[in-house]
């Protein structure tokens, strides 16, 4: 049997774009989520601040990720199952609690989400004590009220860092900071700002894990700002961020990866990866976003899925590659579609000023727009598809240096 769609991933972007194929009129959707139960990370988020992009509420996380379920109702989910490989030819790999199974799709949308980085990658000094942990894991014990911490102390401040917060004065914990390393938080310093007011928790920048002490249970850390060190006394380390896509399926001959850049899976400008059966959307394609970011992505995704199975989509190739200079990382990493509009996305990896400035291979400029990062280092510009045969690469780069 041959499935319509297969979504790999039941988070924000995956139900998303099963909902949204589900309105457009397809009727076999196939949800794949390795976990016991849909809905993704908000599961475990017990404060408010979910829905408001896509469903124009504010939930608490759990609500959210209900809310999302119950909006692709019509879809087929298998949970507790975990997909091992994509293959060409819309040929999906699954291993079920039953055994490993085959299934075939006329499109498959790759929707698998991101991983924090744990802590040995991290280089953090010290013994390996009860008590360090990621957000994930932090924020399930949370939930089933399985807390055995009362004075954290996070490490990271991306906006999951603040969830973190939340989480934790929510289950009746008392952080006791939060630190980033770098001279700048990841988020605009308003929301620092606001959180720490708001939570009653010292945001410090500039200030780096050098050492966690403690043998059996954690005690404490040892943390450096402007070459001094000090003893921050607590009983837990949420490492938060760092995160890194969830591609590992985006390994084989049906899909490449970004190793360079974003790290993900390697799109055009309608979600299309190598093999233009597959697609992919969310955070699976960089870093973290938040969950309308990536729900609006699962939506657009779904739309061109849609066009897809309608033969209404320009041909993969020929492609114009699209390249950086000086920035983080740029997605889609191809535009196709001679003539169509395409928004191409990036991520400074520093706070700076200066116009954002795509180039043709001759380097005449084709868009520009301002690309300052002093509130948020995401990017984005728009630009007019060029013909592939004119120009066999864009470059995406700044026109000024960093202050």
């Known amino acids: 049997m041959t499935h319509d769609v297969i979504i790999i991933g039941g988070g ?30 908000p599961r475990f988020c017990q404060h408010p601040g979910w829905g408001m992009l896509d469903f124009h509420r504010v ?17 087929t989910f298998l949970t507790d199952c975990a997909v091992t490989a994509i293959e060409p030819g819309g040929i999906v790999q699954v291993n079920t609690p039953h055994g490993a199974q ?10 698998t989400g991101i991983r924090e980085t744990p802590r040995a990658p991290r280089l953090i000094g010290g013994m390996r004590p009860f008590g360090v942990l990621n957000t994930g894991a932090f924020q399930e014990l949370a939930r089933f009220g399985r807390l055995p911490f009362r004075t954290p102390v996070v490490i990271g401040s991306e906006l999951v860092a603040f969830s973190a917060l939340a989480t934790a004065r929510h289950a009746g914990a008392r952080p006791v900071a939060l630190l980033e390393e770098h001279a700048h938080l990841s988020v605009p310093s308003v929301v620092g700002h606001a959180a720490s ?19 059996d249970r954690v005690e404490g850390v040892m943390v450096e700002h402007r070459g001094r060190q000090a003893l921050l006394p607590c009983d837990s380390v949420v490492l938060t961020g760092c995160f890194r896509p969830e591609a590992t399926l985006a390994d084989g001959n049906a899909v490449r990866r970004d190793l360079d850049g974003t790290r993900g899976p390697i799109i055009d400008n309608f979600y ?27 939506r657009d995704a779904a739309r061109a899925i849609l066009r897809a199975l309608s033969g209404d989509l320009p041909a993969p190739t020929p492609y114009v590659s699209v390249r950086t200079t000086g920035l983080g990382y740029v997605y889609p990493q191809r535009l196709t579609g ?13 706070v700076a000023r200066g116009d954002l400035v795509a180039r043709d291979a001759s380097r005449r400029v084709i868009a520009r727009r301002s690309g300052h990062t002093l509130l948020w ?13 004119d120009a066999s690469h864009v470059s995406l780069e700044r026109e000024t240096a960093e202050p």
């Open 197 to 215: 007011w708001r939570y009653r928790v010292p945001v410090r920048t500039a200030t780096r894990l050098v050492e966690i002490l403690g043998r």
């Open 338 to 350: 001679v003539g169509q509009t395409a928004r191409l996305f990036a991520r400074d990896s520093s």
């Open 102 to 111: 085959t299934m075939r799709a006329r499109a498959i949308l790759l929707a």
């Open 12 to 41: 924000p972007a995956g139900l998303t774009a099963a909902r949204t194929l589900l309105r457009g009129g397809v009727r076999d959707v196939v949800v794949i989520e390795r976990n016991p139960e849909c809905g993704g990370l």
């Open 59 to 75: 939930w608490r996380g759990p609500r959210y990720a209900r809310a999302l379920v119950h909006a692709a109702r019509g879809a």
């Open 272 to 298: 299309r990866c190598d093999d233009p059966q597959v697609f992919a959307a969310g955070n699976v394609l960089r870093g973290v976003e938040h969950s309308g970011y990536v729900a609006r992505e699962g």
């Open 377 to 389: 280092p995401r990017l984005d510009i728009t630009l007019t598809v060029p013909d592939p045969l």
